[in-house]
């Protein structure tokens, strides 16, 4: 069943390495191309760990991967690192400040086994296509 | 044979280490080790020895595939672009150093450009807060040789700064600070108890969004003052304890990150914080400060400021300096459709910026400066590779507290490349033709 | 290079002794010349004009960490002032803290050639010379500041004076540094755990050293090593009613101690923005000016140096190493507090500040600065500058020089304050009728302060072998003149040398000249002791390490070395 969660981004280990390794190389999209959600989340969300899901806010929609919290329990908080999967969905608005709100952005969570997680290069390059992300 | 340099300086993060050690070939042209570094760094440093490394620039054809073309087609193109523009954005310059910050201020100056960095999207609530209200802080040293009271609110260093909580923040032993982590406490404060959360005695976990709430409190509990039973999710016994804790101790500093720069009060949650720490002053030593992403957008606040007299968001287009966040700043100036050229240099907007921002990029005239192929090169019509600052060409650069330090070439680029500054100064000569001046 | 004559001007000039006589003054290859050298000069027709040396700021924040924070934490600071690009000059703003552009130019504008940056954290020295480096047209150089630095503290706490002088040549060759700065001994490390030092028998936590110590160490080891300049201090106890005491009791640390440089000075130490220093009274009710007190003291010893630090009544930003100073100030003003305590050196506070004539203590302050120069029985020991921006804008050095010429304009300054009658009563200044003449001013800004630096044979004067250093303002003393005119000629120097480039020509910059930066390089023996703790400190207390501390001469593109050999 989708569910609704608080998202937040921001910097991991792995998004570091993978990062500074080239964003074009598949290591990124697995760092990045994910989000972590608390188990409570998984079990009403009714998925399986790693299966593809699609994230939608009131900015957009992008498709990742759903992982267990590695930093949790954080019940209702999910986390996408910090990258163009998360930026398909967060909060742009800066409310003046310059600032998007890349933490705390309401997003829908729904299973979406077959569809696939994008590299970086092919996820903005077709977002920007108006091709579905 | 080898040869090992030593006090190497590694271009990641704030942090700003300087005592890698890089063993390259003895003819300087291949780098083969990186000890001390954290797995960032020592990425950074092997990656500029990729072999699949992009080594010249290439120009986006109609049919979408890419044409390498030579340095001087590509400053051609970047000078032309930028001296017609009405309204470039140039954007970045938090991977590179001073010196090519110097330069590419001259390049703005010139054109009209809106100049902004990558604290736009980090610490840029920080400096409005600055603004407000002041910023008493210290330097790293101060941090490892006095601080017995260490608060992480809104950051994760074993993240983000891996190295921090041993060379300054948790571990060390320092002058004053002999016994090491043994004689600090640490609180992080943070919705999610983090791997950083998991080495402090303390973890306030925070209900996301709601650090004012709780910044407030702290300076009411300081007071000995009533508060409600549980703010942002905190049990009120567990706010005054973290008070009492603070003002016992001899020197308490509180380092901040993109927990409460980028959700919501964003400046104002910064403010709050800053205003603990005055606070705080009147019991016991107390300083602050932000946690900065880039190894040198520091730098790039510090050469604007003595330049122009604005750290972030500035506005040349008028032919004088002009600064006012949310007008002025990168992401507001490409929603609003403001800007008609985009140049982006040492940082990845392609990557780090929301989507509707990145597409405006898409939309323009624009070109990417980055040894890296990045989202961001991906949406650009030009994309020049240059050396590594830190690795193969060096040059100054500002720790997250101000401390400037000289990054090392530690070994010679690819064949050919040119660097930030070489390539800035051919554009800026360009120009000057272009325009007459 | 070009050669220059500068005919027919009224010369004022204490190092040729010249008052105001017509004389011409020759350029060429960048220094001053006989008359007779110039082949065929440009000729400068300075009939009717104020021709004299370029001027020497000898104490001006301009350029590092703390003058940053004051740019980058008051964007107000740039508001309805910011200049655009206009020929060769770039682009420039700022009113209490200007961008380094905009300093260069506006020093140039009212004549000036030579600005000391008054105090530099060691190990954010790298910063102080990049805003050096972008500071066009003056010869700049600047002081580490030594006051509060764990290696002083320990070898003078020993008595170990040797060691003491070795590191402080090593600190100025790591820092590319000028002279040996003092401020708040010992009071900025008590700072660093929220303390201070308030008189100089205080003694620093831990340290346990007091600032009598910490001064007297340094004036020793100063002249020990024969530096130009002589130990420059900012004594403790800054700004609080009753201070004066502190103040002579600081500069008694210096009775007896004869100077030992060859570059020519007299003082074996100068005292700063002594206004700020000299305070009776014991509340911000009753404080009371003790200039007289003050200047007793310093026309009756002439082995000490002293500058003004005058308030100009603006809205300014305050910056000073006096950390504990400026916590003090934001309690007094509520106004935003920049902090920054520098590892095993220093530390730093920035508050913006504002002086209104409605204030009966700002008053005050006016009046003190302004008694301390009328007091003075040696102009050439007693130097004009507003401990920029502490106590005003440096660009407002022509409406001191207006003050100090123009009793006139003194009692409309006095009629503009609102507590008149109480700030006669707590200042002597309205019973002081003197005023000084371009003679001495040139004796307060030019000649004094060149000499006190140890660069008499360079700069403030117009004798041959100096600099090519001249400026020529639209002012002729011997007509009559309204005293805003002396404010009006002196911001607007007519025309400007620096070594020999002509850099404003009919009031216009004409060139960003070819700055140099001055720094002291003094040899003395090898001291292995001293290098053991420096490689130790390194190694266990600072956070960056011993090989990237020093500043590589790169940020240096035009450096002027001094060098000293204090090995005997």
């Known amino acids: 069943m989708a569910i609704r969660v608080n998202l937040i981004t921001g910097r991991s280990i792995q998004q570091g390495v993978s990062m500074e390794a080239g964003k074009e190389k598949p290591a990124y999209t697995a760092a990045c191309g994910i989000i972590e959600l608390d188990p409570v989340d998984f079990k009403k969300l009714g998925a399986f760990r790693n299966t593809n899901v699609r994230v939608t806010s009131d900015y957009g929609s992008v498709v990742v991967k759903a992982v267990e919290a590695t930093q949790g329990p954080h019940p209702g908080v999910a986390y996408i690192p910090m990258g163009p999967w998360a930026n398909m969905v967060v909060n742009p608005d800066t409310y003046s400040t310059g600032m998007p709100t890349f933490k705390g952005t309401p997003v829908t969570v729904d299973i979406a086994k077959n569809e696939p997680v994008l590299s970086s290069l092919e996820l903005v390059r077709k977002a920007c296509k108006g091709e579905q992300a | 044979m080898t040869k090992t340099i030593t006090d190497v300086i590694c271009p990641f993060c704030g942090t700003l280490c300087d005592d890698l050690e890089v063993v390259v070939s003895d003819d300087g042209k291949q780098l083969l080790e990186v000890y001390n570094a954290c797995a960032i760094g020592a990425e950074k440093f092997l990656h500029s020895q990729a072999k699949d490394r992009i080594t010249r620039p290439r120009m986006r054809q109609e049919d979408g595939s890419w044409k390498e073309i030579t340095y001087d087609e590509a400053i051609e193109y970047t000078a032309q672009m930028l001296a017609n523009a009405k309204k470039p954005l140039m954007y970045g310059w938090s991977s590179t150093n001073c010196e090519a910050q110097a330069l590419g201020s001259e390049l703005g100056e010139i054109v009209g450009a809106v100049m902004d960095n990558t604290a736009t999207v980090c610490h840029g609530t920080s400096l409005i807060a600055v603004q407000d209200i002041g910023i008493p802080s210290c330097t790293l040293g101060e941090v490892k040789n006095r601080a017995d009271r260490i608060v992480f609110w809104g950051c994760n260093p074993a993240h983000a700064h891996p190295r921090h909580m041993s060379r300054y923040s948790i571990f060390p032993r320092g002058f004053f600070t002999g016994k090491g982590h043994k004689g600090r406490k640490v609180i992080v404060v943070d919705p999610r108890p983090t791997d950083t959360a998991n080495v402090a005695d303390v973890h306030l976990q925070v209900e996301q969004g709601r650090d004012y709430e709780l910044l407030n409190a702290f300076r009411v509990a300081f007071k000995g003052e009533k508060l409600p039973d549980v703010v942002a999710g905190i049990p009120k016994e567990k706010i005054y304890e973290a008070a009492e804790t603070l003002k016992s101790g001899r020197f308490a500093i509180i380092f901040f990150g993109m927990g409460v720069t980028q959700s919501l009060g964003k400046n104002h949650n910064i403010d709050a914080a800053i205003a603990v720490t005055r606070d705080l002053n009147e019991y016991t030593k107390a300083a602050i400060m932000p946690m900065r992403g880039h190894y040198n957008v520091t730098g790039s606040g510090q050469v604007w400021g003595w330049l122009f007299g604005f750290p972030f968001a500035v506005d040349l287009s008028r032919g004088y300096a002009r600064y006012n966040p949310g007008e002025t700043t990168a992401n507001d100036l490409l929603r609003r459709d403001e800007v008609d050229a985009v140049f982006v240099l040492g940082s990845d907007p392609g990557a780090h910026f929301p989507f509707s921002s990145v597409k405006k990029i898409y939309d323009r005239p624009s070109v990417a400066i980055d040894p890296h192929e990045t989202p961001t090169t991906e949406v650009c019509k030009v994309h020049v590779p240059v050396a590594f600052v830190g690795v193969e060409v060096g040059g100054c650069a500002y720790r997250m507290d101000n401390v400037p330090i000289e990054t090392r070439k530690v070994v010679e680029p690819p064949e050919g490349m040119m660097t930030d500054e070489e390539f800035l100064s051919r554009v800026l000569a360009r120009v000057k033709e272009i325009k007459g001046v | ?568």
């Open chain 3, 1 to 568: 290079m070009a050669e220059y004559l500068i005919k027919n001007g009224f010369v004022f000039d204490p190092v040729l002794g010249i008052r105001g006589d017509k004389a011409d003054v020759a350029i060429k290859d960048g220094k001053i010349v006989e008359t007779n050298a110039v082949k065929s000069p440009k000729v400068i027709d300075a009939t009717g004009k104020t021709v004299m040396a370029g001027g020497v700021d000898v104490h001006s924040h301009v350029a590092g960490p703390k003058v940053n924070v004051g740019r980058n934490f008051r964007p107000e600071d740039k508001l309805f002032t910011y200049k655009p690009r206009n020929g060769i000059e770039r682009m420039q703003g700022g009113f209490s803290v200007p961008t380094t552009i905009r300093t260069g130019y506006n020093y140039a504008r009212m004549g000036y050639t030579t600005v000391m940056e008054a105090a530099m954290p060691p190990l954010y020295a790298r910063h102080t010379h990049e805003e050096m480096r972008d500071t066009p047209i003056l010869d700049q150089g600047a002081y580490p500041v030594f006051g509060n630095n764990w290696f002083v503290l320990e070898y003078l706490k020993n008595n170990e004076l040797e060691n003491t002088a070795a590191y402080i040549a090593w600190l100025l060759r790591a820092t590319k540094g000028y002279a040996v700065k003092v401020v708040n001994p010992g009071g900025t490390e008590a700072w660093a755990w929220g303390l201070n030092c308030e008189n100089i028998h205080d003694p620093v936590p831990y340290f346990d050293i007091t600032p009598a110590q910490i001064v007297k160490g340094l004036i020793e080891a100063n002249e020990y090593l024969g530096l130009p300049h002589s130990m420059h201090i900012h004594a403790n106890n800054l700004g609080n009613p009753g201070n004066y005491t502190t103040t002579l009791d600081t500069f008694k640390l210096s009775e007896g101690i004869k100077p030992k440089s060859k570059f020519g000075r007299d003082q074996v130490m100068h005292h700063t923005h002594v206004q700020f220093h000299s305070y009776g009274g014991d509340s911000w009710a009753n404080v009371d000016s003790r200039a007289k007190e003050i200047m007793d003291y310093v026309n009756s010893h002439d082995n000490i140096t002293i500058d003004m630090g005058q308030v100009t009544l603006d809205e300014t930003t305050t910056m000073t190493a006096d950390g504990p100073f400026e916590h003090h100030l934001t309690e007094l003003n509520h106004l935003k507090w920049a902090n920054a305590d520098v590892e095993l050196e220093t530390g730093s506070g920035v508050v913006p500040y504002v002086y209104s004539p409605d204030i009966k203590v700002c008053a005050i302050q006016w009046c003190i600065g302004l008694e301390l120069a009328l007091l003075a029985k040696d102009p050439m020991r007693v130097f004009m500058t507003t401990d920029h921006p502490n106590a005003g804008p440096f660009i407002r050095y022509p409406r001191i020089m207006k003050w100090l010429m123009s009793e006139e304009s003194r009692k409309q300054q006095f009629d503009a304050f609102k507590y008149k009658d109480k700030v006669i009563d707590a200042t002597n200044l309205a019973g002081i009728d003197r005023e000084l003449d371009l003679y001495e001013i040139a004796q307060m800004t030019r000649a004094g302060p060149a000499k006190a630096l140890g660069l008499a044979h360079m700069y403030g004067g117009l004798a041959p072998g100096l600099e090519g250093d001249v400026a020529v303002f639209d002012f002729n003393p011997n007509e009559p003149y309204a005293p805003d005119d002396i404010e009006k000629a002196f911001s607007n120097a007519e025309h400007l040398f620096k070594s020999g480039v002509q850099i404003i020509n009919n009031h216009e910059i004409v060139s960003n000249g070819n700055k140099r930066t001055l720094w002291v390089n003094t040899k003395v023996n090898e001291n292995p002791q001293v290098m053991r703790d420096v490689k130790e400190k390194f190694l266990r207390y600072y956070t960056v390490t011993l090989n990237n501390y020093e500043v590589s001469g790169h940020y240096l593109p035009n450096p002027y070395v001094i060098e000293v050999d204090a090995t005997q």
